[in-house]
């Protein structure tokens, strides 16, 4: 008996099957039709509005009739090399170096307990505690510490408690401290700096620490070193890309901000403040456009450090 095959031709390929072929064999074009949204966005809204700030810090302010003109002029970058200028840049300078290095110091025994010590249980609870003071707001709590660190505060009365009420008097004497009390001094400046960004240290470092191999640590014992030769030339030297991530974060944020140094700490002006009181209270937006460099060019370079030491690879 015959039988007669019959075959159906292959249906026509849709459009949408066309172009899917068409981005599979062309990898690289796909990337970039990916690529193109999110880098128009980060170019035009971040980079654009940037680079719109910048230009205007070459606009001239008339300090008489208190309006910007579009005559261009270098004056307004000169003027930060002005002793009073100058000043609020080391001084903010300064506040990031020391903040970063004292948060490095606290940060990295609570991480290496994190990493190396505790139960996965015990973990999950110090993972609370250090995010939690993150999902308060920010000026709740600058405002809580004010509350802290005043006369009558819970500070105060901790240390009259331990008799420690002579030893906060005499940091209060220290050259450069200024204040007659911790909440209006440069010291609970520096606290509360340390306070609001020691998370971003621990976290990074703990992540680093959390990868350190257990061999390593076995071998260095093996070869006949003490613990604390294991903890200067394995472990920290291991923990540098991490504690160097997290200087990121506080560097960067301490460098910035304008609401701590406003609400606590004696009088004086940071590089956050003072392009807030420029642009916002003299309306002189050139010279803030001009301070607002500054930040710009500290961490660029402070990156450009960093990166040397493998802080992208911990981020």
Request: aromatic share 14%; hydrophobic share 55%; glycine share 6%.
């Amino acid at each position: 008996m015959d039988r007669t095959l019959s075959m159906t031709p292959p249906s026509a390929p849709t459009p949408m099957r066309r172009i899917a072929s068409m981005l599979y064999r062309r990898p690289n074009f796909y990337l970039l039709l990916l690529l193109t949204p999110p880098l128009l966005w980060f170019g035009i809204i971040y980079i654009g509005s940037l680079l719109s700030l910048l230009w205007q810090g070459f606009y001239t302010f008339d300090d008489f009739t208190m309006t910007v003109s579009t005559d261009l002029t270098l004056q307004n970058f000169v003027n930060l090399f002005q002793p009073a200028n100058y000043d609020i840049i080391l001084r903010t300078l300064g506040m990031a170096i020391a903040v970063t290095l004292f948060s490095a110091l606290l940060a990295f025994p609570v991480a290496y307990y994190m990493a190396r010590c505790c139960s996965e249980r015990m973990k999950a609870v110090f993972y609370i505690g250090v995010m939690l003071p993150m999902w308060a707001s920010y000026i709740v709590k600058v405002y809580a510490w004010t509350l802290l660190l005043s006369k009558d505060g819970v500070l105060y009365w901790f240390a009259s408690l331990l008799h420690l009420d002579g030893v906060v008097d005499a940091l209060l004497q220290l050259p450069g401290i200024g204040g007659k009390t911790l909440s209006t001094s440069n010291l609970g400046r520096f606290l509360v700096f340390t306070y609001i960004w020691l998370p971003f240290m621990i976290l990074p470092i703990q992540a680093v620490l959390e990868r350190l191999p257990p061999s390593v640590l076995q071998a260095s014992a093996d070869l006949g070193a003490t613990p604390r030769q294991t903890l200067l030339h394995v472990i920290l030297p291991l923990a540098v890309p991490g504690v160097a991530a997290g200087s990121i974060f506080t560097f960067s944020l301490t460098l910035g901000d304008y609401i701590v140094p406003q609400l606590v700490g004696p009088p004086g002006y940071f590089l956050g403040s003072m392009v807030y009181a420029q642009q916002g209270a003299i309306g002189n937006m050139p010279m803030a456009a001009a301070f607002t460099l500054v930040p710009i060019v500290l961490i660029a370079v402070y990156l450009s450090i960093v990166k040397r030491m493998g802080a992208f690879d911990a981020l």
